[in-house]
């Protein structure tokens, strides 16, 4: 799988090091040079104005001739002042200027000579970036020069540590670290990866996708494939974070794509690879699209959809697979072959056979790309039945080395077309030793648990195996008598074996039936007591049911009596009958509510307020405003303030309103404010004269009482007419249950 990986992401350094110009930043330097400032600062002027053409978005060679201007005069006056740092960091400038236009063999001529200038005057920053952009001219491919390259920047980053320059460093231990990777040293590549994450978070820095790709990257080929997975996603939500849609977005989603198709979820790869794939071709940038591509289409085929991984390579923007490397033709004509054998089409396979044949022949091929080939033959002309050359082909692979990387899906492939053919020549105990092997390897590269030592060694021991098997079947026309012992040795071993695998299966049923009888065990006693609790509810529920057909008789008895009373002692029944019509409606209230033990405060109290403005509205046209939050407060404490509420409002219709208020207006409202219960009614009459015990009526005493029942504290205020506010600590739910969903 590490082929899959392949994509270098190594840049040319200005980017990494150099801080890009704005224009504002640059009609400043101008405006500098316009007030004739001193030689030293008119040079140093010059050669930033000079970076700021070479940097500028565009590659024009007129920006390029102006810089070659700022540059040359800034070179004039330094003769005069004789400054060595703007001597060095002049031929820095000039530097990036000659490779940007392409005089790369000068360039490097010239930052090494800016070298020696920049160390003797102690600018660590430009040092550093001296230093970085000489490991730029070096080749990553040749092993030398790509040591070379990474002691270079292991010196620029010395240089921007020295210097504070925080990003600098970050850039340069990034760089180092995929320059590690590329020569296989990966604990080396993700310490400084580490450093650079731990100074980019010193700093605040976001563009993190760059850093975390490569960590998943190097994680994946080492076969840790939890760690993998965990960057990958970090460099997504990176990306997606910092609105990144440049090409690193395609190899983050590729190395995603790559994880969810070994874990099974095809799906889900594929909408991977489509992704990166747009990314690729939005950017033209044609190697990570091919890339992308073949994943997209070996997705399709794993999943039997050939005319789609089809569609993919036929809606490639034309040129893209139009390439002399071998490998691209090796990769698409494995696609189209692949998906020709599927669909049946074996007139068409055949031409694509053959163009792999040919590249064979040309021997254009990598070492690890034959060795596909070679598989992918091997397969073809096994669907075709053409054995013997299947055999040719896979015995060709045999003689090569196993590709770097215990992942890679050549290894995987050869065992399991080794066992195709060995049942098509019907060598059938061949062909159990090899599918067994096939079974084990697959188990073995998706056990996250076992380290890559363990598992390299389990390959080498695989292949040793096969070898021997191999030689066994050439022997095996000469051996014949020798071979029948061994072979009735491994029928008794197999048979052994389907003993054993019978007494753990029996032991597994056993197991699962003991566990079955539990659950059903379990399930009765479940049953009884959910029996028992809805009985429970429904006893609860006749009982509040009861006691409130009692009070409405106690009610209906009160208002027979009126009837034959004065006008006081009806006056006083009425209060009576309100405040057993109060209880009577909580319990009305519970034994209609599933809850038994509590009750919704904003549907209790708005229907009482409503009954009494019904019931002593008559004497005055009031208005009743009602706040009140939808609190399920346990009954203990909800008689007692379903009666506070009956006095209080009874006492704002009698005394409250004498007819000289305007518009009589009465505020219900119930609130719980940080744990604590809020009962507030205020009307805005006449107001409470002397508002003290002494001067408190039969109702107010009875609403202090039943507010010291609850635990709560009575206030009163009058002005502007009366407030009446009584704090107590809730019982039971404090929000109901919609608001509970709600919040959710």
């Known amino acids: 799988m590490r082929f899959l990986l392949s994509v270098i992401i190594i840049t040319v350094a200005i980017p990494a090091t150099a801080q890009p110009f704005d224009q504002r930043q640059a009609d400043s330097l ?58 060095g960091y002049h031929l820095l400038m000039k530097a990036f200027m000659l490779r940007e236009g392409g005089k790369r063999m000068e360039g490097q001529a010239a930052t090494e000579q800016s070298i020696p200038l920049l160390q003797k005057s102690n600018d660590q920053r430009l040092l550093g970036r001296a230093y970085y952009e000489l490991q730029g001219y070096y080749s990553y491919e040749d092993t030398a020069q790509c040591r070379k390259r990474i002691l270079l920047t292991a010196l620029s980053v010395k240089a921007f540590r020295a210097a504070g320059a925080k990003e600098q460093e970050g850039n340069a231990l ?30 605040g820095y976001q563009r993190l996708q760059g850093v975390y790709e490569l960590l998943g990257r190097n994680c994946f080929i080492v076969t840790d494939y939890r760690c993998s997975f965990h960057y990958a996603l970090l460099a997504l939500k990176a990306a997606r974070a ?64 050939p005319h789609e991984a089809l569609d993919v390579l036929d809606r490639l923007p034309s040129g893209y697979a139009n390439t002399s490397y071998g490998y691209i033709t090796a990769t698409f004509s494995i696609v189209r072959l692949r998906s020709h054998v599927m669909d049946q089409q074996f007139n068409r396979a055949h031409t694509y056979a053959v163009i792999l044949e040919k590249l064979l022949e040309q021997k254009t091929l990598t070492a690890d790309w034959t060795h596909i080939v070679y598989i992918e033959l091997a397969w073809y002309y096994l669907e075709v039945h053409e054995t013997g050359k299947a055999r040719l082909y896979l015995n060709k692979s045999l003689h090569l080395p196993l590709p770097p990387g215990g992942g890679s899906p050549g290894f995987g492939s050869r065992l399991e077309v080794t066992y195709k053919i060995d049942s098509a020549e019907r060598n ?11 079974k084990m390897y697959n188990d073995s590269i998706f056990t996250e648990a076992k380290t890559r030592q363990f598992q390299q060694l389990d390959i080498e021991y695989e292949t040793s195996k ?6 066994l079947l050439t022997q095996k026309n000469l051996l014949q008598t020798a071979n029948l012992r061994q072979a009735n040795l491994i029928r008794n071993i197999t048979i052994a074996g389907i003993v054993l695998a019978l007494a753990v299966l029996g032991l597994l049923y056993r197991q699962y039936m003991v566990k079955l009888q539990n659950n059903r065990a379990m399930a009765v006693k479940n049953e009884r007591l959910e029996h028992l609790v809805n009985e429970k509810e429904w006893l609860l529920q006749e009982v509040n049911h009861r006691v409130k057909n009692n009070l409405q008789t106690v009610v209906s008895l009160l208002e027979m009596q009126s009837d034959s009373l004065s006008e006081d002692v009806q006056l006083a029944l009425q209060t009576s009958q309100n405040r057993v019509y109060a209880t009577s ?9 599933d809850n038994v033990s509590s009750v919704n405060m904003k549907v209790y109290l708005s229907e009482l307020v409503e009954h009494l403005q019904d019931a002593l509205g008559s004497t005055a046209a009031v208005a009743i405003v009602l706040d009140i939050e939808p609190v399920e407060l346990d009954v203990s404490q909800g008689v007692p303030l379903g009666l506070m509420v009956n006095e209080l409002i009874t006492n704002c219709f009698k005394y409250a309103f004498n007819g000289t208020i305007a518009h009589p207006e009465i505020v219900v409202g119930f609130t719980i404010v940080e744990d604590v219960a809020h009962l507030v ?17 039969h109702g107010l005493r009875l609403v202090k009482g039943l507010a010291e029942n609850i635990g709560g504290k009575v206030t009163i205020i009058s002005h502007q007419g009366t407030t009446i506010q009584i704090r107590f600590n809730p019982k039971g739910a404090l929000v109901s249950d919609m608001q509970h969903m709600v919040a959710l």
């Not at 096969?466 to 030689?471: E, G, L, N, P, T």
């Open 30 to 87: 101008k405006q500098v040079l316009a007030n004739n400032p001193a030689d030293r600062t008119r040079a140093e002027t010059l050669i930033h104005l000079a970076e700021y053409h070479i940097l500028k978005a565009g590659e024009l060679q007129a920006d390029l001739d102006s810089a070659g201007v700022c540059l040359a005069a800034a070179e004039q006056l330094n003769k005069t002042v004789g400054s060595t740092v703007l001597a």
């Open 174 to 203: 990034k760089m180092q670290g995929d320059l590690h990777a590329l020569l296989d040293e990966f604990a080396a590549s993700n310490a400084c990866l580490e450093q650079a994450l731990a100074v980019y978070h010193e700093i």
């Open 242 to 305: 910092t609105n990144d849609s440049s090409t690193q977005l395609a190899t983050i989603h590729n190395l995603l794509g790559i994880h969810y198709r070994r874990a099974g979820r095809t799906q889900l790869a594929i909408e991977e690879y489509k992704a990166g794939l747009a990314v690729s071709l939005q950017h033209k940038d044609t190697s990570n699209a091919l890339q992308l591509a073949y994943m997209l289409c070996a997705s399709y085929l794993s999943i039997k959809q």
């Open 428 to 438: 059938y105990q061949a062909a159990f030793y090899s599918l067994l092997t096939y």
């Open 466 to 471: 096969k070898a021997d098997s191999i030689s």
């Open 585 to 593: 409606l909580l319990y009305q209230k519970l034994y209609r509510n």
């Open 681 to 697: 009614i205020k009307d805005n009459g006449v107001g409470f004269a002397g508002p003290d015990e002494d001067n408190f009526g």
